[in-house]
Structure formats: structure tokens, C-alpha cells
């Protein structure tokens, strides 16, 4: 254990891409526990698309992160000094931690985690937000029906390839929109989705006519922008689209795009529905004791990319999330065990 | 009764805001109705901003209307002549029977209407497709609640001046979103909506912090554009967004302008939904018969905005409708009685 706890702060509101000069470097003494608290050691954090949205000004379905504090971020972790009596040193846990190698916690929002069950990483991922987020949008937003024709886009990110199992799993059809050959290959020939559009080199509204002949029923939607538009000139009657998120639109310096095609709302008689996770949480523990049980009848494959570098190589690897280079839940491991 | 019967035509798909030359002013003779058929002598017609979109090529939720043909109308008349066992000489009708002044009809959409018990072009408004517009959009499509606060926009038009009047009928607020000071007076004194926004000049998100301290609970679009983004950034948690109409972009020559606030719909969990009031077919006389006793009793105000000039006047009478001129149902008078 480093005697230091390195942290990464923000240092200024980014305007596009976060660049360098918009994060401090920190060290701090690893904090000891007061009455009530404890002290994790994280061993990964979890990146997320989301987080883009943290750092601007204004309140959004949660308060942004302030210049000068440490960087929000989902964490998993090792107590390794205690003052709690509901946490003991050596008690894996999940929380939003921030990106740090020591956090000190009350407790709040802070669950206790089986490294037994499922490797660390994946309590960030496919049993983590991510996966309550396909789960949930997919099931509870979209009303998934056997029937359904699903397409997904961001397909080969941690909640796109979850949602896309689900959908095969509960009967549906999955189709995935995702930037390039390998990504699409992953998404049919290991995730079981019935077809796969890329986006980089492919029309995606002409190849949602083959691969969606009917029309899409439930379009999950991860990016926004032109893909959004695509797709909604080829709903089905009585479409849900589930707005997850939109990637593609975080580092807008101009004003996001909006869909120039949400007119096909009207004569598909569709919908348009967005989503927090966190209206869920009392639900999470079924949802990830389902999830978990499919993964371990093998139905369900939950990918993780683990980036290495530890806390310092954090805003690097959150830019990996708007290139498109990660496959599966993005991941920052921080302890060199 | 003139010996000819004056049409007019779609002679050419517009670009932007139909031209006079878009149209043909044809005259035929009077047809004679064959067996299984009737003629009704058009009154009054219909003017409806959809109808730009019937003018489009390419498929919506109803067919286009082909260059050369009769521009698609809601009409009312009177049956002339009659060869069809269901209609008699002296019935007084309604159905699409396009832009002239006597129609050849199988009966096909054709129903029946009184004209003692309301005057016949109130059975092209309130009574007919724009009254079945707000009542089902507003109360199946929006699910109105009376806890909501409501904001229509298009508020002086012929759909949204129901809209908030149902809307007040059902114990809800509602907002009206209007240009011009004379029609947010009428829309507060006369038909009793707890308040008006003038888009001319105020700005629109800003008056509905006043106006819906509390967030805006259903949204009932008719023009989209910069209001439907700025109501976007005041919607209530769980807001639903009923796309009734776009009537800002229906003479867009680029492309439709979408709605660059829609990630709103995440931070609120809100939805938007789209609407064609056919759907609704089985259920209009049920929902007519209702919204009649609401006008015996005096608690909703029909008010129809009648052009003069017979179907030569169409042209013209139908830019009133993209320069907002109208107040209430836009009919165009067809006969000179």
C-alpha cells in the first residue's frame, strides 16, 4: 500500500473532450477512519459515458462534481481500516468512491460485494450500473415482449452487449449497432445476436431494412446523433425507444443534436422514453441475482476491458469511452497486486 | 347550384410554403352518382396543417395525395343526389371528400351528422378530427391526471384550444402557449386557461418558471421547434410529451429541426409519444357525444374561424394556418347560400 492516496481531482469544466489541464493530480494521506467510518482501498473504478455529464455545470438527474473535489467514479474495494460496524477490514465492497486509491466512507451507498460469486471488476459492469441499466431499460422502459424485433446501438459497450443478451435470453430478437468488423464479429459469433450493423462502413438505415424487415419494436439507444436518426425511420408500429444515453453527443461544444426524425414518433405511433438507473435501486438485488444466473449457465457473457496504469492513467482511459475503443465495460484497474 | 363543379388540384409537390402554382383550379361537370353511389354539395372544407404533409411524397401515416389529384379535405355538405341506399337526398354528411364543391361518394368514411345540434363546421372541429385530437391525445395518449399542470402549445389553434379546455374540464392546470396578446387573452377570459405564454414575446422557458413552478407534468405539442425545446427544459419529473403535430416545420426546406433538448426526457424520466388521431375511429362518437354536452353545458367554447371565397380561396386560406393567423378551427365557407 502507497503511503499517499493519489487522487484525481477536477481541475476545470472541460469544454469537448476533457484534456489534460482539466484534472489535478493529487496526493493526500490515506485518511484513518473516525467513528463510523472506514477506509477502502479501491482496486478498480468503473468509466463511464456518464461521467462526461458529471463534470458540466448545472444540475442533470445529479449533482455535477465540483472543480476541486475528487472525480466521481464507481469503485470496488478492500476495507482496510474500520470504525463501522456494518463494515470490517478485509469486506469487499462497491461504491461510488471516486477515483482515488483510499477512500474514506460513511457507509452510504456503499454495498457489500461476493468476490467469490464473480471477479471484482464485474460487480463495475455486467452485475454493476451497467447491467442494471440494461436490465431495467430493456424490461422496465422498453417492455420487452417475446416478439420483439430489438436493436441496440453502442452494442459492444458494457450496457449495449448486456442489453443485447437479454433481449436473446427473454425470446426477442437482437440486432447491434456497433464501429467496426471485429466488434460486430464478437457480437454474433459470441453474444448470440442475431445481426450486427457497423456503422463505420455500413448505411445503417438501409441495413435496418434487411436486418429488421418489420420494422424495429424497441430501440435501445446508447448514442444519440445520427444513429437515433437512423433508426427512427424504421420503427415499427407502437415502437418504444428506450434514450440510455448518448455518447456521441457528451463532448458537443455546439448544442447537441437533436433527432430531426422524431416526427417518425408520430406516424409510427412510437415512443420515446429516457431512464436512470437509480429510479431502480431497491430492485438491483433481484435483478443482479438473475443476471448472475445466467452467467453462470453460461447464457450471458460479461466482458470487462481492463485498462492498467492505476488512478494516474484515469483521463486517458476515460477518453477511450468517446473514441469507441473499448469492447465490454471499461475499467480502470488502480491496485498492482 | 353551379352546372360545374371547381376543384382544385395538387399540380406539383411544394418546396417550403405551398405557391400558387403547386395547385390547379380545374372545372368538371357535376357528377351523376351511378349505382351504390351519392353526390353531397359541399359546404364547408376542412384546413388542417397536416395537410402539407399529405402534399410530400413518400408514405406517412396515410398515403400522399398524387400530383393531379383532388387535394384531400375534411368536408361537410348536403346530399344531393342518390343512388345508395344509406344516404338520402337532404342528409347532411362528413368525410374527406376533397377540395370542391360537389363530391361523388360509395360511403366509404362518410358519417352521418346533425346540424340541430351544433352548426355543420363545428363537425370539422371540435366535433370532428381536431376535437378527437385533443381528447384523445390529452386523455389516452397523456394520460391526463387532474394533479397535472398542462402546457399546450398551438394553444389558439383548433386542437389546442380544446386541449386546454378538456384539460380545465378534467380539473388539471393548463398553460397555453399562443403568439400574439389577443389570443393569450382569449385563451385566459374567455376559455378560463390559468394562464398564456405570448412565444412573440416573452421567452418561452422563462414564463414557465412562473407559470409552472413545478415542472410542466404533460406537454401537448402541436408546433415543435425552439418552444418544444424550451418546454423540454421545464418538464416535471415523469412528464409525458404528446407529439400531436410540428406545425413550426412542416415548410422546413432543410432539414426538420429535432428537438436538441430531448436528453431532457432522461433527466426526467419523461416520454414522448407520437399520435394519429384515427386510431382512435372507434371511440369518436363516444368522445364527440361527450365533448357536445361539455358545449351545451357551457363548459367548452367551440370557436371556428370561417374564410370566405369558396374552393379558390383554398390556396390562400391554407398559408393562414403557417402564419398563425387563425383563431380556433380554420374552415373555408364553399357554398354561397
Known sequence: MSPTNRQVRL???????PKPSDWDHVEEPVPTPAAGEFVVAISHLSLDPAMRGWMNPGASYIEPVEVGDVMRAGAVGRVTASEHSGFAVGDHVYGALGVQEHALSDGKGVV???PSLAPLPTYLGTLGLTGMTAYFGLLDVGKLKESDTVVVSGAA???GSVAGQIAKIKGARAIGIAGGAEKCRWLVDDLGFDGAIDYKTED???ALREHAPSGVDLYFDNVGGEILDAVLTRLARGA???ICGAVSQYNATESVRGPS???SLLVYRASMTGMVVFDYAARFGQAAGEIAGWMREG????REDIVEGGVQAFPD????LFSGENVGKLVLRVDSD
Open 240 to 242: 418504444r425507444v428506450v
Open 317 to 320: 482511459a476515460l477518453l477511450k
Open 261 to 263: 426524425n422524431y416526427l
Open 157 to 159: 459497450g458494457a450496457v
Open 204 to 206: 445503417v438505415a438501409r
Open 299 to 302: 447464457r450471458l457473457i460479461s
Open 112 to 114: 457489500m460485494i461476493d
Open 11 to 17: 481541475a476545470a469544466r472541460p469544454s469537448g473532450l
